[in-house]
């Protein structure tokens, strides 16, 4: 076990070997970090996109799943193939869903069942912070929504990236959970934001997520992160405790602004989408 005074310099040892690329990937992820690569690139054609995108077949299940989710299949005409798939999600929302793709798999293979089940767990929240913070974006802090997704997707990948090296140091994941977030998590998730290219603007809200601070009314896209992890079913298993010490008096102050009627609203208006969207990207 790791005595809980070495705890921070295990994390500041695998914070810096991170910031200096010292990331492993399995094959699938690297192909879904070549896609995103090239979707980034404003003279990439879809059919070149497509052919990316076909090359990983998890992540070209998930293109054709997703586009033919009730939040993009408006029209009920259900697509089969990945071109048009791509063509209707458009490429930023392909190059969140091959984020996710990386951000899943970046944990590996846990040989711990514990381990296992925590990087199962963390995905599953993952997953609704993702859809949530997408609907949130549209409906309440008309951010915009891929982005919001996008930043869902992400904003655990420091934890991710924790699990998969946690069998190398019992007792890695014990301890204070607030020691875990700030020593930890938001430590080493600056650095595989950084290998990983993240967006500055996307970063930025995963900083003011880590800091905890839910401004009212909420505006921003940490603000958007803040209200759907708040929201999410399902907590994150590294930081269970998230929304209880925030506690009842941050849900009151979401009440209060947005208004409880306002909250259920958008809540059950968006739950088909929540739903379909958390489904797609449950990998």
Known sequence: MIPAMNRGEVFAAIAAQASKGELSFPTSA??????????????????AAAR??????????????IANSVTYNRSGREITDVRSAVG???????????????????AGAPKVDAERKLAAALWEHTAHVASLAQV???????????????????HEVGGF????????????LDGDPTEWVDG????????????????EAVTKAIEGFWEGYLAMPPATLADTLLLADELAPVPSPLHPLGGEQRGEGMRASIDMVIGEET????????AEEVASLTGALNF
């Open 263 to 270: 909250l259920l609203s958008i809540l059950e208006e968006s």
């Open 30 to 47: 690297q192909v879904a970090l070549r896609v995103r690569q090239a979707l980034d690139k404003p003279d990439c054609h879809i059919d």
């Open 161 to 172: 990236y924790l699990l998969s090296r946690a069998h190398e140091f019992p007792g890695l």
């Open 52 to 65: 990316l995108v076909q090359a990983e077949p998890l992540l070209a299940a998930r293109v054709v799943a």
């Open 88 to 106: 209707r999600l458009g490429f930023a929302t392909v190059r969140a869903l091959a984020m996710a793709l990386v951000t899943r798999q970046l």
């Open 184 to 199: 930890g998590e938001a430590r080493t998730g600056r650095a595989v934001l950084q290998v990983l290219a993240v967006p």
């Open 136 to 154: 949130i974006a549209r409906r309440v802090t008309r951010q915009n929504p891929e982005t919001a997704m996008f930043a869902g997707i992400v």
